[in-house]
Antibody, heavy 124, light 111 residues
Framework: QVQLQASGPGLVKPSETLSLTCTVS????????WGWIRQPPGKGLEWIAY???????NYNPSLKSRVTISVDTSKNQISLNLSSVTAADTAVYYC??????????????????WGQGILVSVSS | QSVLTQPPSVSGAPGQRVTISCTGS?????????VHWYQQLPGTAPQLLIY???IRPSGVPDRFSGSKSGTSASLAITGLQAEDEADYYC???????????FGGGTKVTVL
């Protein structure tokens, strides 16, 4: 059974970098594409990025200038860095496996399963 | 403003049928990309409910069904139950974004 667990600081100061890790169990991360999605409190879902272990990546254009996603195959982890954060980046951040067709960093499939999510607040 | 448009809320009595629409454009649903649906119970992560427009993952009751036509998709819940109270989101791929897009979500209330 595939399980995902996101971890990282729950509070980040404005202008600093948000760093999260998603630890995957039950399957090698090299077998699939993986994604990050976020959800501001009381609002809807926003796709952030995809990554494949070969470091094929794709970012949401609205966040591309501030986002970096990477993998550590030795630890079976996916990481997310979001720089220059503001209060607008306060959200629950989810990692998820991508199922379906992916090619060259673009994925046309669905997210399944999702990790439990981690609330990150941006405040001084 | 979400790329895919959903009604903010729908409601129905137990046993009734409700539908949730998801309206896109020629750069996503209308470009023949699949639509997927998620159920998010209060305080939990979204869970895949329907994928590939109308396919239920193992364990999802057959009360849930999906369809797609043109630039829109729909999720139907028949025989509404109290446990179906949740937020529901549609998702597809968008060529303009070159990535995934979600609807704004629909809150289902069981009266």
């Amino acid at each position: 059974q595939v399980q995902l667990q996101a971890s990282g600081p729950g509070l980040v100061k404005p202008s600093e970098t948000l760093s999260l890790t998603c630890t995957v169990s039950g399957v090698p991360i090299t077998n699939f594409y993986w994604g990050w999605i976020r959800q501001p409190p009381g609002k809807g879902l926003e796709w952030i990025a995809y990554i494949y272990y070969s470091e094929s990546t794709n970012y949401n254009p609205s966040l591309k200038s501030r986002v970096t996603i990477s993998v550590d195959t030795s630890k079976n982890q996916i990481s997310l860095n979001l720089s220059s954060v503001t209060a607008a980046d306060t959200a629950v951040y989810y990692c998820a496996r991508v199922l379906g067709y992916c090619s060259g960093g673009s994925c046309y499939g669905r997210f399944d399963p999702w990790g439990q999510g981690i609330l990150v607040s941006v405040s001084s | 403003q979400s790329v895919l448009t959903q009604p903010p809320s729908v409601s129905g009595a137990p046993g009734q049928r409700v539908t949730i629409s998801c309206t896109g454009s020629s750069s996503n649903i209308g470009a023949t990309y699949d639509v997927h649906w998620y159920q998010q119970l209060p305080g939990t992560a979204p869970q895949l409910l329907i994928y590939g427009n109308n396919i239920r993952p193992s364990g999802v009751p057959d009360r849930f069904s999906g369809s797609k036509s043109g630039t829109s998709a729909s999720l139907a819940i028949t025989g509404l139950q109290a446990e179906d109270e949740a937020d529901y989101y549609c998702q597809s791929y968008d060529t303009s974004l070159s990535g995934s897009v979600f609807g704004g979500g629909t809150k289902v209330t069981v009266l």
